[in-house]
């Protein structure tokens, strides 16, 4: 049994991976979160409490952290800004929480000694054309695009740094597309989902030609939980589970699995600067530790997908109006 710090506890993956360590170990979980505009408290509900307390304060109140890093065994550092159409808007929180939040979590480690896992994505990497038969691997050069994804790769810079300078006891993940329950409505497959819920036509980007490699949540949990305890130290590994489909593609099975016309959604305004495709290879956390996805079905997880939405109205109905006004202010 270890005593769990998770930042960004009640965020989407931060959340689902609370709800995976409750449900698969015996550890404690105490997640630090600031509660911006993605996080939800709700997210943590119906978990026990005497095994996750939810204390809300930022990753970059160094006091707080030391205090926090002084009764942890392990850190999973999930907290981020995360979403790629904010950082076109105003970059600044993302540089505030990605790097100095990141910074001074590994200050904290460095002095704890704590044994630290820094959750990233694949878009540090940068895109891959739709043809490359090439996916990303652990020494694919980093070439980020946006604000948001030049800040992960800042912060997995600073992670590499504080491993080989101070000898902090860190490893990295790098994960593709993540969906399930507990994802903000202005993400791709929510805003998409609850559309179709309110009668609403989904937005699609561009041509939709763009592709994702999509990953359910719960595999990137029983991930991190693999490299957190079986991962070597100073390494960074890929998390993917062979999900590739293009933006179109996935609109039209949501569309089809809600009983509407699958043409039945609009193209509209491109994403500045956006990433044609991602693809993973997760070869060395496959072969080195063992780790297999349970959800190989991308169909069946969006069904339950689906079904969380609309089962879970309550918990998204608050957030949906801002985000299409947000959205419509672009023309998306
Ligand atoms: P999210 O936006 O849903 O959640 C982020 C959480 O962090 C929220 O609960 C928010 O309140 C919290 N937070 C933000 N700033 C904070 C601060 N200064 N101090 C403490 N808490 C703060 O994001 P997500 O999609 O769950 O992503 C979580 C992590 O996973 C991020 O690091 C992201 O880069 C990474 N990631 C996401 C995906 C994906 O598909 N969503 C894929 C790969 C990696
Ligand atoms: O690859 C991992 C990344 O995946 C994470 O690092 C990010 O935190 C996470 O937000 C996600 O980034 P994307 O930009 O790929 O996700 P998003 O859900 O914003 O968009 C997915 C794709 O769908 C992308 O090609 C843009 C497109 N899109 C998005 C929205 C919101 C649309 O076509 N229409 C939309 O309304």
Redesign the pocket.
């Given at each position: 049994m270890a005593r769990l710090l998770v930042?960004?506890?009640?965020?989407?993956?931060?959340s689902n991976f609370v709800h995976h360590v409750v449900s698969q170990t015996d550890h404690t979980v105490t997640v630090?979160?600031?509660?911006?505009y993605?996080?939800?408290r709700d997210s943590l509900a119906g978990l026990p409490e005497d095994r996750v307390r939810l204390v809300v304060?930022?990753?970059?109140d160094a006091d707080l952290v030391d205090a926090l890093f002084a009764e942890t065994d392990a850190v999973v550092h999930?907290?981020?800004?995360?979403?790629n159409d904010n950082s076109l808007n105003d970059p600044r929180p993302f540089l505030?929480?990605n790097i100095i939040?990141t910074y001074t979590l590994l200050e904290a480690a460095r002095r704890h000694g704590t044994r630290f896992h820094h959750?990233?994505?694949?878009e540090v990497y940068g895109d891959l054309d739709l043809d490359d038969p090439a996916r990303f691997t652990e020494s694919t050069p980093y070439n980020p695009s946006s604000p948001y994804s030049s800040t992960?790769a800042g912060s997995d810079l600073l992670v590499r740094a504080w491993v080989r300078s101070f000898g902090v006891r860190a490893t990295i993940s790098n994960?593709?597309?993540?969906y399930g329950p507990y994802?903000?409505v202005e993400?791709f497959i929510p805003r998409q989902i609850t559309n179709v819920l309110r009668g609403v036509r989904p937005k699609v980007y561009g041509t939709g030609e763009n592709v994702r490699d999509w990953i359910h949540a719960d595999d990137h949990s029983s991930a991190v939980l693999t490299i957190l305890e079986r991962g070597e130290i100073g390494q960074t590994y890929l998390i993917g589970a062979d999900g590739e489909e293009s933006n179109r593609r996935v609109v039209e099975t949501i569309l089809e699995l809600m009983g509407e016309p699958p043409d039945a959604y609009d193209l509209v305004a491109d994403r500045a600067g956006h990433d044609l495709r991602y693809a993973i290879d997760a070869t060395r956390l496959r072969r080195e530790l063992g780790w297999r996805p349970r959800f190989q079905d991308f169909r069946a997880g969006l069904a339950d997908t689906i079904a969380w939405y609309r089962d879970n109205e309550a918990w998204w109905a608050h957030a949906k109006d801002g985000v299409e006004a947000f959205y419509a202010s672009k023309g998306q």
């Open positions: 930042t960004g506890g009640a965020g989407f993956i931060g630090l979160d600031k509660l911006t993605a996080g939800n304060g930022s990753i970059a999930y907290a981020a800004e995360s979403h505030d929480t939040g959750i990233s994505t694949d992960k994960c593709s597309n993540n994802q903000h993400k």
